[in-house]
């Protein structure tokens, strides 16, 4: 069990009424959240050795974690260092500071540019950290009503800077990123082939399990993965993106939606881990 995993049983045991998600009288994994049958935690990063620098704290909107579709469970399955709070307006939880204060952090806010005051440090390119800190990403994980108000309202986060991306860019950061990847890398073949290989980006098809704002319509793992890419860790950034399309894809079947996701989600996936693990 990971950060997010036991969130979700601490917020579960608080709950007064019986938290009503889409489908739920199917049966569910209680770590993956998806239907029994669909389950992927066989498959999940987490069985593999992951190299990363990166950390992640997770602060998660009241229900947000409850919620199945969530995407912020997908981050602690390839980041072992993920630490995942309730968010509250206060910084009453002594476990969150013990985290934001550890001298091994560089805390960085992840949250669009705009909302930044003048005097604000953004990174939007390339994620600086100081010498011998490693990053820890700090994601406001609710919808983005929630996510605004949780950025207004923790007095305690202004002090760190932000990383933030450009989404428009990010489509096609995704695909270049894969391409550089291939070159010097005897890994994969070409990448013309590794383009047919990516998720239909930047078609309907991939953001499907969450209606958002066009603007902000990337999910959590999503955003998660484009910080690591700008962290520099690019292969961790495509694994997540493939183990989201992995999530996306079942859990749309789980849920008997129409399918939007990428069919070759599993596939994809699978083949990426064999050939780094
Ligand atoms: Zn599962």
Redesign the pocket.
């Known amino acids: 069990m990971h950060a997010v995993h036991k969130l979700h049983e601490y917020r579960k045991s608080i709950s007064t009424t019986t938290y009503k998600s889409r489908g739920q009288r199917v049966v569910r ?1 209680p ?4 239907a029994k049958d669909y ?3 066989a498959i999940s990063p987490s069985n593999q050795q992951v190299q990363t620098s990166a950390g992640f704290l997770l602060l998660m909107y009241d229900t947000e974690v409850l919620k199945p579709s969530n995407t912020g469970k997908l981050i602690a399955d390839l980041i072992p260092d993920t630490f995942a709070f309730l968010w509250s307006r206060t910084v009453g939880n002594s476990e969150l500071l013990a985290v934001i204060n550890d001298e091994q952090w560089f805390p960085l806010v992840v949250f669009p540019q705009e909302y930044a005051s003048d005097t604000r440090q953004v990174f939007t390119n390339k994620v600086e950290c100081p010498e011998g800190k490693r990053p820890l990403f700090i994601m406001l994980d609710g919808s983005w009503r929630e996510a605004k108000k949780m950025f207004r309202k923790s007095p305690y986060l202004d002090r760190f800077p932000m990383v933030s991306f450009d989404a428009s860019k990010a489509i096609q950061a995704i695909t270049d990123s894969v391409t550089s990847n291939a070159i010097g890398s005897d890994l994969v073949s070409t990448s013309s082939q590794l383009h047919n290989k990516l998720s239909p980006v930047g078609q309907d098809s991939r953001y499907t399990v969450r209606k958002t704002e066009l603007e902000h319509q990337f999910s959590t793992a999503e955003v998660a993965a484009r910080v690591l890419a700008m962290h520099g860790e690019t292969n961790n950034a495509q694994i997540l993106d493939l183990w989201f399309d992995v999530f996306n894809y079942q859990y749309q079947r789980s849920v008997c939606q129409r399918n939007k996701g990428n069919v070759k989600a599993m596939e994809n996936y699978q083949d990426f881990i064999d050939q780094n693990f």
């Open positions: 994994c770590l993956c959240q998806l389950c992927i935690c």
